[in-house]
């Protein structure tokens, strides 16, 4: 079925890559899509919000039912030739958006045309904003709009996954997703002096060593927790002279459990002040709690894997859960809802070996064929 609506498919993801559009600014965007939409017989269109769109299909019938794209871009310069490459300086689809939107847009095409083939109400959710947040999800909710669905499928193209693979499971998909900004206020001095100053840079050095504690010594190797610290700044090259008064530290926590995200949070702000009362050094701490982890309803991922496996009998496999964030969270969170990876990185190693948020990223074409069926298939068998 797949092949009737293909060159559509290929023609939307083409001409939305060459013209990207950032988190909450997705304007030109979203008016492509309800262009479309509108164009539908049987769809009626929902502005939910200023850059998010619900095309709805047998509104009233049978079960609330929702089918879930991401539609917003990065700030990435694309280092691809493709000639539907980004037209826009500075913004790409380097996460697989683009894919997600044309694969719905085709399901829409489909359903529109099918319409008898489904015996619930169905939602295509066009959502903007998953880059940046708090999130689009998380303001589509907001609305109360999805308060009384029965169920939500999304999906994710992966380009780490060879395309075919497709990755159910149930319980932890994604990570709970946070992120930390530390100042600490040392004491500047010359650098031949150094008992006269408090050195910022000892001391984030410090704290950097038992952060790592966190990790190796504190939490089940079974429960996995990511703590990255990717900030480290103090000093100005050319001042080799100089112990400098301040230094930056900023970095990315990443947990599976509520546990363990309050444990960590809970730890770094102690570890912190430990080390900094030991130099008598000051801090300031400012913890940004991120998207949560998405957890697939595990009722609903038998179905879905139970539906998949009778298509695509030898592609259904279950991996461990990413540690990205995703903030899809925000709908399987009130509503029982199954999130899929779908392989796009071609089906020989090194065709799309970039990973997501890479200049060079890409996505295999021949995977929205996967991705298509699924969302059908998911939608025509829901009883």
Same mark, same amino acid.
């Given at each position: 079925?797949?092949?009737?609506?293909?060159?559509?498919?290929?023609?939307?993801?083409?001409?939305?890559?060459?013209?990207?559009?950032?988190?909450?600014?997705?304007?030109?965007?979203?008016?492509?899509?309800?262009?479309?939409?509108?164009?539908?017989?049987?769809?009626?269109?929902?502005?939910?919000?200023?850059?998010?769109?619900?095309?709805?299909?047998?509104?009233?019938?049978?079960?609330?039912?929702?089918?879930?794209?991401?539609?917003?871009?990065?700030?990435?310069?694309?280092?691809?030739?493709?000639?539907?490459?980004?037209?826009?300086?500075?913004?790409?689809?380097?996460?697989?958006?683009?894919?997600?939107?044309?694969?719905?847009?085709?399901?829409?095409?489909?359903?529109?045309?099918?319409?008898?083939?489904?015996? =619930?109400?169905?939602?295509?959710?066009?959502?903007?904003?998953?880059?940046?947040?708090?999130?689009?999800?998380?303001?589509?909710?907001?609305?109360?709009?999805?308060?009384?669905?029965?169920?939500?499928?999304?999906?994710?193209?992966?380009?780490?996954?060879?395309?075919?693979?497709?990755?159910?499971?149930?319980?932890?998909?994604?990570?709970?997703?946070?992120?930390?900004?530390?100042?600490?206020?040392?004491?500047?001095?010359?650098?031949?002096?150094?008992?006269?100053?408090?050195?910022?840079?000892?001391?984030?050095?410090?704290?950097?060593?038992?952060?790592?504690?966190?990790?190796?010594?504190?939490?089940?190797?079974?429960?996995?927790?990511?703590?990255? =610290?990717?900030?480290?700044?103090?000093?100005?090259?050319?001042?080799?002279?100089?112990?400098?008064?301040?230094?930056?530290?900023?970095?990315?926590?990443?947990?599976?459990?509520?546990?363990?995200?309050?444990?960590?949070?809970?730890?770094?702000?102690?570890?912190?002040?430990?080390?900094?009362?030991?130099?008598?050094?000051?801090?300031?701490?400012?913890?940004?709690?991120?998207?949560?982890?998405?957890? =697939?309803?595990?009722?609903?991922?038998?179905?879905?894997?139970?539906?998949?496996?009778?298509?695509?009998?030898? =592609?259904?496999?279950?991996?461990?859960?990413?540690?990205?964030?995703?903030?899809?969270?925000?709908?399987?969170?009130?509503?029982?809802?199954?999130?899929?990876?779908?392989?796009?990185?071609?089906?020989?190693?090194?065709?799309?070996?970039?990973?997501?948020?890479?200049?060079?990223?890409?996505?295999?074409?021949?995977?929205?064929?996967?991705?298509?069926?699924?969302?059908?298939?998911?939608?025509?068998?829901?009883?």
């Amino acid at each position: 079925m797949y092949q009737f609506y293909k060159d559509k498919v290929i023609e939307d993801r083409r001409y939305l890559h060459a013209h990207p559009e950032l988190s909450f600014e997705e304007y030109e965007t979203t008016k492509y899509i309800r262009d479309i939409l509108n164009s539908l017989e049987n769809c009626e269109v929902v502005e939910l919000t200023e850059t998010s769109t619900v095309g709805i299909f047998n509104r009233g019938k049978g079960k609330k039912l929702g089918l879930r794209a991401d539609i917003d871009a990065l700030p990435v310069q694309e280092e691809r030739d493709f000639e539907f490459k980004s037209t826009i300086d500075g913004k790409m689809h380097a996460c697989g958006h683009d894919g997600h939107t044309a694969i719905l847009l085709g399901v829409a095409r489909y359903i529109n045309d099918h319409l008898d083939e489904f015996d =619930n109400e169905i939602n295509c959710i066009f959502q903007h904003a998953e880059e940046k947040i708090p999130g689009g999800a998380k303001e589509m909710v907001a609305t109360g709009f999805f308060s009384d669905f029965d169920f939500i499928y999304g999906q994710h193209l992966m380009s780490t996954e060879q395309t075919g693979v497709i990755d159910i499971k149930a319980g932890p998909v994604t990570a709970n997703s946070d992120k930390y900004h530390i100042k600490i206020q040392g004491k500047g001095g010359h650098a031949s002096q150094p008992e006269q100053s408090i050195d910022p840079i000892i001391i984030g050095s410090q704290f950097l060593s038992s952060l790592q504690t966190i990790v190796s010594r504190q939490v089940s190797p079974f429960d996995p927790v990511v703590v990255s =610290n990717t900030v480290f700044q103090a000093g100005v090259p050319g001042a080799e002279n100089i112990i400098p008064d301040s230094a930056i530290l900023g970095g990315s926590v990443r947990t599976t459990s509520l546990e363990n995200r309050a444990h960590v949070k809970k730890q770094i702000d102690q570890q912190l002040k430990s080390v900094c009362e030991v130099f008598d050094a000051s801090y300031e701490l400012n913890y940004t709690d991120g998207y949560a982890a998405v957890i =697939n309803d595990e009722e609903k991922a038998d179905y879905v894997k139970s539906v998949l496996r009778e298509v695509y009998p030898e =592609n259904v496999v279950t991996r461990q859960p990413l540690m990205g964030g995703e903030d899809f969270s925000a709908f399987s969170e009130i509503v029982p809802s199954v999130y899929v990876i779908i392989g796009s990185g071609g089906k020989t190693p090194g065709e799309y070996d970039y990973p997501h948020h890479h200049p060079k990223f890409a996505l295999d074409e021949d995977s929205f064929e996967y991705g298509f069926n699924s969302m059908i298939h998911v939608m025509k068998s829901y009883k």
